[in-house]
């Protein structure tokens, strides 16, 4: 067995509790103040130097010389009531570690500890990243480089990694370029003028408005857009109206666009605006339409994404290693891909005996501990290597 996979399975009972801990605290984004604490304590416990940024987030430092690779692992929780019975469940009502990311950051601290055992023979300087707030517009990942995450030592490279329901414990599944989308939120409020239902004619129907819009924003999306480029608008949420015989006067509707491609993202974004207000005025209504931009596309870069899957095979063997078909979700991972070469990689952690288990923002997310020794091995290993071939 590799060397970095020994130490990593040496130190999982260690992994475990720095998981169960955070997964018993969970915080919502940018309230992260005791897992913050909770990390620095970890990190003072390793002597490994580090220092708060974005408020809730910690960068450490490992190891010296001008060449630097950086780690990253997310914090936060999300609002969600877990329903998984552990003994170490969630002791917040309504907050829930339902997206890995406690898993994350005690795979990051397992890392930590490996890197800081070998830290004399490291070939440069391992920076590594605890970042608030993934799970909210506008993502910590914006702010932790706004606030100069990757400045002083600015790093080469970045990797981070996702644990991942639909693959196996020891599988790493790890795309080249597109991995995650753009998204965006879309809200409507759509005035339109109250009547009396029998009588249309005095006023102006919202619902039939809306109906029509949902209709010919599916066709826009599909029209604007090259057929060989994906995206998606989704309209997931519509209300309005309270009685059979009552016209209302406004109906609220919201809903997500997702893409892949910045250049269309921003044209159809000018288009939906612009066909919603004059398709609602065509009817003599009016229309708002707000759109929160959220983060950008996860694109791999090619080198890293390279580099990470030789990472990969070299601790997983060939068969470990797989093609990851890129998915609609985001990820504010995007953040650092615009600055340096980025690459993002999927932990299986779906137990050997099971053939499926509960997604991520389940109640009933249970991720496999088995899988944590291999995230710190990966996460460890690709410092290592990365700062070797690039001395
Ligand atoms: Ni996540």
């Known amino acids: ?6 130490s990593a399975i040496e130190r999982t009972s260690q992994i475990i509790e720095d998981r169960r801990h955070i997964h018993r605290n969970p915080e919502l984004s940018f309230q992260e103040h005791e897992t913050c604490a909770y990390i620095s304590r970890r990190l003072e416990s390793m002597n490994i130097q580090h220092s708060i940024i974005a408020k809730t987030g910690i960068i450490a430092l490992i190891g010296s010389g001008e060449r630097c690779i950086a780690l990253r692992a997310d914090i936060d929780a999300l609002p969600i009531e877990e329903e998984t019975n552990l ?3 969630s002791c917040k009502k309504g907050i829930m570690h339902a997206c890995g990311h406690d898993a994350h950051t005690a795979m990051l601290l397992g890392a930590a500890s490996i890197l800081k055992e070998r830290e004399q023979s490291l070939k440069g300087t391992v920076k590594l990243l605890f970042q608030p707030g993934e799970e909210k517009v506008p993502g910590g990942a914006s702010i932790m480089v706004a606030e100069g995450a990757l400045e002083n030592p600015k790093p080469d490279i970045i990797f981070g990694q996702h644990v991942y329901p639909d693959a196996p414990c020891g599988e790493v599944q790890i795309s080249i370029g597109p991995t995650m989308a753009s998204a965006d939120e879309l809200y409507w409020t759509i005035h339109g003028k109250g009547a009396h239902a029998a009588q249309p004619h005095q006023g102006i129907d919202p619902i039939l408005i809306a109906s029509e819009l949902i209709l010919h924003l599916q066709s826009l999306i599909t029209k604007s857009r090259n057929p060989l480029l994906p995206g998606v608008l989704g309209i997931t949420s519509i209300h309005g109206g309270s009685a059979t015989n009552i016209i209302p006067e406004m109906v609220e509707m919201k809903g997500t666009l997702r893409s892949f491609d910045p250049e269309w993202r921003e044209k159809v974004m000018i288009m939906i605006k612009e066909h919603s207000e004059q398709l609602c005025a ?3 209504a009016t229309c708002e339409v707000t759109i929160l931009r959220g983060y950008p596309a996860v694109h791999n870069h090619e080198g890293a994404a ?3 899957i030789n990472t990969a095979k070299g601790l997983f063997g060939e068969a470990g290693v797989t093609n990851f078909e890129p998915k609609m979700w985001g990820e504010d991972f995007a ?14 952690v779906r137990p050997h005996d099971q053939h499926s288990m509960p997604g991520l923002h389940n109640a009933k997310f249970t991720p496999d501990e088995q899988a ?4 710190a091995a ?12 690039n001395e």
């Open 378 to 389: 990966m996460m460890s290993k690709i410092a290592i290597d990365w700062l070797e071939n």
């Open 282 to 284: 065509m009817h003599g």
């Open 306 to 308: 390279t580099f990470a």
């Open 1 to 6: 067995m590799n060397d970095i996979m020994q």
């Open 372 to 375: 944590l020794p291999y995230g």
């Open 335 to 348: 953040y650092y891909g615009q600055h340096i070469p980025a690459a993002f990689w999927m932990l299986g």
């Open 87 to 89: 003994e170490f469940a």
